[in-house]
Structure formats: structure tokens, C-alpha cells
């Protein structure tokens, strides 16, 4: 297992990414090699002052002159830094010497270098991000979750095959059930993009080809309540959905800690407490996760919170062993040949 990290991604870098570096080497004993893409002079001073040894045969320099911003545009800075941390990276798993490519940086860098360099899986038109959220019944993947922000209903279909894929053979989930995003349950609900998808998911779930079973329209708060696997969305309703949960889950964090510690009674309850409260944090929290699959491009491709800390780093590593392990590229391409798409 060899992965490709963006070291110079994300709101705190390099430090968080030496940081998820050194702890993903640690615990998993599957990574053969990391690459720390980047500026060399300022990783070797990270590596050093977080004892990161770089002489380690497990760990790898490559030098990157230059690094995309967080509001870059995408694209158009992909194809103009060629040089940019975000490429170089993503030429290692194209050429085939890493497995994974991960990043906490500009996302649509990383999903533009990644469909230009690495190309999509046939049948797919458009590549989307698989989002966790935690669930009363385990994760739900909101799909997209900020890739593709003008989709089509065919691109929402492909997500449910790709997403319903990945819920199968990584979290070992035997029928997949998959939700379409709406502002109600009722079949007439919705825009005309979302009753146009509803639509074509419906007939194809009704055709008995469909790798998932379809639940129809859900709402928001489905999304924590209902037995989901994968709910679909374009891009900009899924970036602002899943952006708007984290903002509520930390407020709703901050605020408890507020009143837990208003006196002197509160606080005794808090300490009592304390292991329960830490259990449902680490639940909610986006460092949990780590990253979030990039769907549909031909390689592994992992984006991270722009935010993340080391440990949100080094569980976007493990996403991305584990999405190479499962295979889940392979099983997607052959599930889309069986449906005929």
C-alpha cells in the first residue's frame, strides 16, 4: 500500500499532514510507502520537528514548487500550476507508483486534476464525493457532496450505483438503501431537477436492475434518523447540507460545554458524564471520518476537510487503504457493465 500525500493541502499545512503522516505509519502497518508531495525544505523542517524520520524506507519527499490555494479556481489553476502539489501527487498514482491519492486542500483542484489526469471509469459522466454522516443505524454517504454542483438526473443514477458499491464492499452493507434529496417525501415534491431524478430512479429501480433498493424522496432529517446508506444530491445541495452539519454540530458542542460548565452543580454532572459526551463527539465528528472517496475517477482519490487536523489526515489515509483494499473501483466498473450503463 503505497499512498500519495497532498502535504501541502488544507488550512494547516504542512504541519497536519506530517502530522496525519506519522500517525497513519504508526497504526497501520499496510502502508509500504507515504509520498509527502510538497515544498521539500519546509516538509524535511515539519518531519523534523515532529520526529518524523525521512531517512525511514516508509517515507518518501517528492518535491512540489508550487501549491493551489483554498480559493484558487479549480480548474483553471490545475492546468496552470502543473507543478502544484495537488498534481504531482496525482501523477504518482497515475504513473501507478501510489495507490491513493489524499488531500485536505482546494477541492476543486483535486477533483479537476483527478478527472484530467487519472480520466473516469466508463459509464461515468461525472465523478462525485461520498460524504459520511453518522446515523442511528451506522454511516450514511451523502452523494455528492460537492464535485459536480450542476448534475444531471443520469449523473444522480450513476451516484446511486457508485455510492450503493461502495456501502457494500467497504462497510459491508448486503442491501444498500439509497434516498433522493427533497424538501418532502411525497412523489410530486421537489424541483423539476429532483422530480425528473426521482423519476428515472424510480423506473430503474422498477426495472429489477437496480444494485440498491430505492426509498424515494427523503428529507433532511433523514439523513440521521432513517435507514440510508447513500442519499443523492448535486453538489452545491450537498456541499451546503454537509457544511451546514458540521457548523451545527460543533455550536451544539460549544453551547453544551457553556452550560456544563455554568456552575459548580453542572460541572459534577460533566465529570460523571465525561466518557459519554466524549463518545457521541467523536461520533459527530468530521475528524472521524478523515476523508470523503472521490466516485467514479479511475484511481483512489480521498478529499479531506480543508480544516483537518493530523488525526482527520490520518483517517483520510485509512479511507484510502481501505477503499484500495475493497476494490472498490473494480466492483463499481463491473456492477455498471451489469446494469447495462
Given amino acids: 500500500m503505497k499512498v500519495a500525500l497532498d502535504a501541502m493541502g488544507g488550512d494547516h499545512a504542512p504541519a497536519v499532514n506530517i502530522g496525519g503522516a506519522k500517525e497513519a505509519l504508526e497504526l497501520y502497518p499496510a502502508i509500504e510507502k507515504i509520498f509527502l508531495v510538497g515544498d521539500e525544505e519546509a516538509i524535511r523542517a515539519e518531519c523534523q520537528k515532529q520526529g518524523l524520520s525521512t531517512t525511514s524506507p516508509r517515507v518518501a519527499i517528492v518535491h512540489a514548487p508550487e501549491v493551489i490555494g483554498m480559493a484558487e ?22 504513473a501507478g507508483e501510489a495507490d491513493a491519492f489524499i488531500s485536505a486542500g482546494n477541492t476543486g483542484a483535486a477533483v479537476a486534476s483527478a478527472t484530467i489526469k487519472l480520466r473516469l471509469i466508463e459509464g461515468v459522466d461525472r465523478a462525485g464525493i461520498a460524504s459520511g454522516l453518522p446515523n442511528e443505524h451506522g454511516i450514511c454517504h451523502l452523494l455528492d457532496a460537492g464535485a459536480n454542483p450542476e448534475a444531471k ?35 410530486e415534491k421537489g424541483t423539476t431537477f429532483t422530480k425528473e431524478t426521482f423519476t428515472l430512479l424510480k423506473g430503474f429501480a422498477d426495472s429489477g436492475k437496480a444494485p440498491f433498493d430505492f426509498v424515494g424522496n427523503v428529507e433532511g432529517h433523514d439523513l440521521f434518523e432513517t435507514q440510508l446508506d447513500v442519499v443523492l444530491c448535486d453538489g452545491f445541495t450537498g456541499n451546503v447540507v454537509l457544511k451546514s452539519c458540521e457548523a451545527t454540530a460543533k455550536a451544539m458542542f460549544k453551547w453544551l460545554k457553556k452550560e456544563l ?40 482519490v480521498i478529499i479531506a476537510h480543508g480544516g483537518s487536523t493530523a488525526v482527520a489526515v490520518r483517517n483520510a489515509i485509512r479511507v484510502g487503504m481501505e477503499t484500495v483494499q475493497h476494490r472498490v473501483n473494480p466492483h463499481i466498473e463491473a456492477t455498471l457493465q451489469e446494469v447495462g450503463l
Fill in 153 to 187: 438526473p443520469e449523473h444522480l443514477l450513476v451516484y446511486a450505483i457508485m455510492g450503493s458499491a461502495f456501502a457494500r464492499h467497504v462497510l459491508g452493507v448486503k442491501h444498500p438503501k439509497v434516498g433522493l434529496m427533497s424538501n418532502g417525501e411525497e412523489d
Fill in 261 to 300: 460548565t455554568a456552575n459548580t452543580v453542572r460541572k459534577i454532572g460533566a465529570t460523571i458524564a465525561k466518557g459519554a459526551f466524549l463518545a457521541v463527539k467523536d461520533r459527530a465528528s468530521a475528524e472521524s471520518y478523515g476523508g470523503s472517496p472521490l466516485l467514479g475517477v479511475n484511481g483512489v
Fill in 73 to 94: 479556481p479549480g480548474a483553471k489553476t490545475v492546468r496552470r500550476k502543473k507543478q502544484s502539489s495537488i498534481n504531482v501527487a496525482m501523477d504518482l498514482v497515475k
